[in-house]
C-alpha cells in the first residue's frame, strides 16, 4: 500500500455552461474537503486564454483560500517565471508565507501557460520566450529577493517544476526539490528523475533529492463511472493532439457522443496506461505502482472532471482506497472509519 503523502493539483476547470466565476466560487469549498480528508498540500496551476481552465492567478487563489483553511499546505503548482517580475513573485509568496506560517509552497514552471501566441507576447510585454539561461536567472533572482530583499520568516517552500532533464538539471544544480509533471509528459519521468537524483547539489533549500510526482487520477465507485468522469478531459486532449487550443470543457454526457479517431484513442490509452484511471482498488495499485517506480517521497493528484461533486468524490475514494495518509509526516495512520 501506498504509504507516501498525497496532495493536489487544481487547475479549475471550467465546465460547460457555466461561467468562470463559478468556478471560481468552488475553490474555498474544494480546499476545505480535501483539507479534511488529509491531503498534504493543494497548488494552483497558472494558465490563460482557455475556454476550459480559468485563468484565476495562483496567488489571489492561495490567498483565497488560506483564509478559509487551517493545516494544509498551499501554493502554485506553479507559476510561471517568464510571465512575471522576480521580485514582485519573492514579495507575494513571501508576504503570504509570513501571513501563515509553515503553509506556503511556491512552485515554479517555465511554460507560458497558454497555446495563443498573442496571449504568451501580452503576459510578456511583448518580449520572445525566455532562454534556458534567463529562466535559470529568474528563479535565482527569485530565491535570493526571497532571502535579502524580502526578508521575512518563515520563508515560503521552493519547488521547481520539470517535464524534462533540463528543467531536472536546473533544480539539482539550484539544489530545490522538483514536482516532476508525470501527468502532461509521463514518457519522460524517469530520466527526468535520474538525471536530477544523479546531479543534486544541497543547498539552503533542500538537503537531499526530493521529489513530488503528479498524476491525473480519476476515481469512482465502477469502471463505468469512471470512464464517463474522465471522458471530458479526453476530448480536450484529443484537441490538444490536432493543435486546437479553444476546446470548451464539455459535460460528461456531450464527452460520451464524440468520436476519437483510431490514432486519437491510441494515444489517449497510452497516456491513461500511465495514470490512474478506476475504481478505489485499481487506482491504489496504480498509484502504489507509480510510488515504487519513481520512489517518490509524494504523489500530486489531478482530478480534471467537470462537477465539484463527482471531483470530490474521487478524492475521498483515492483515500479509502488507499487508507488515511498523515499529511505532515507521512506515515500511515489507522482510518478509524474502516
Avoid at 493532439?241 to 490514432?263: N, V, Y
Wanted: glycine share 8%; hydrophobic share 45%; net charge negative.
Amino acid at each position: 500500500m501506498i504509504d507516501v503523502p498525497l496532495s493536489v493539483l487544481e487547475v479549475a476547470a471550467v465546465q460547460a455552461g457555466t461561467q468562470p466565476v463559478d468556478a471560481l466560487r468552488q475553490t474555498a469549498a474544494f480546499a476545505q474537503k480535501v483539507e479534511r480528508l488529509g491531503y498534504r498540500r493543494l497548488w494552483y496551476a497558472e494558465h490563460h486564454h482557455s475556454p476550459a481552465i480559468g485563468a484565476f492567478p495562483p496567488v489571489v487563489l492561495t490567498t483565497h483560500v488560506a483564509a478559509s483553511t487551517s493545516t494544509i499546505r498551499l501554493g502554485s503548482g506553479g507559476v510561471l517565471a517568464p510571465n512575471h517580475v522576480p521580485l514582485g513573485l519573492a514579495e507575494q509568496f513571501g508576504t503570504l508565507a509570513a501571513l501563515h506560517p509553515g503553509r506556503i509552497d511556491l512552485g515554479v514552471g517555465r511554460g507560458p501557460g497558454t497555446f495563443d501566441a498573442a496571449t504568451a507576447r501580452a503576459l510578456r510585454r511583448g518580449a520572445e520566450p525566455a532562454t534556458d539561461a534567463e529562466y535559470e536567472a529568474d528563479v535565482a533572482a527569485i530565491l535570493t529577493f526571497l532571502v535579502e530583499e524580502v526578508a521575512l520568516e518563515p520563508l515560503p517552500e521552493p519547488w521547481l517544476l520539470a517535464s524534462s532533464t533540463a528543467g531536472a538539471s536546473m533544480a539539482a544544480r539550484l539544489g530545490l526539490p522538483v514536482a516532476v509533471a508525470h501527468h502532461i509528459r509521463p514518457d519522460n519521468t524517469l530520466s527526468v528523475l535520474e538525471c536530477y537524483r544523479a546531479a543534486f547539489t544541497p543547498s539552503r533549500w533542500c538537503q537531499r533529492p526530493r521529489v513530488l510526482v503528479c498524476v491525473e487520477t480519476v476515481c469512482a465507485d465502477s469502471e463505468a463511472d469512471a470512464e464517463r468522469l474522465a471522458g471530458p478531459m479526453n476530448v480536450v486532449k484529443a484537441g490538444l493532439l490536432q493543435g486546437m487550443s479553444e476546446i470548451p470543457f464539455p459535460t460528461p454526457e456531450d464527452a460520451a457522443l464524440h468520436c476519437f479517431s483510431p490514432q486519437e484513442q491510441r494515444e489517449l490509452d497510452a497516456f491513461r496506461a500511465q495514470q490512474a484511471f478506476g475504481t478505489p482498488d485499481v487506482v491504489a495499485r496504480r498509484l502504489d505502482r507509480l510510488a515504487a517506480m519513481t520512489s517518490a517521497d509524494e504523489l500530486m493528484l489531478t482530478t480534471p472532471v467537470h462537477a465539484l461533486d463527482d471531483r470530490l468524490r474521487s478524492f475521498e475514494l483515492v483515500k479509502e482506497g488507499v487508507g488515511a495518509v498523515d499529511g505532515t509526516a507521512g506515515l500511515r495512520i489507522p482510518d478509524p472509519s474502516r
